[in-house]
């Protein structure tokens, strides 16, 4: 069986050098986000764990500051 090779994705926010992922960012967050708004996985997205756990985190805050859509809304 063929091992299905990843994209060549890297975390985009190493590769801005981008710290601290923030619900201000919710333009590219929206990235991060399906169409049935769930959260994408890392498989997925690339990016690193580190910054996929604070992708998850603004994402949550950013459906509260309703900046973002939840899912069937
Ligand atoms: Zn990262």
Redesign the pocket.
């Known amino acids: 069986m063929p091992i299905k090779r990843q994209p060549n994705t890297v975390?985009i926010?190493?590769q801005e050098g981008v710290d601290e992922v923030t619900f201000r960012d919710y333009e590219v967050l929206r990235k991060f986000i399906s169409g049935q708004k769930k959260i994408l996985p890392r498989k997925k997205t690339g990016?690193?764990s580190?910054?996929q756990r604070k992708i998850s985190r603004e994402i949550k805050r950013a459906r509260e500051m309703g900046l973002l859509r939840y899912r069937g809304m």
């Open positions: 975390c926010f190493c990016s690193c580190r910054h």
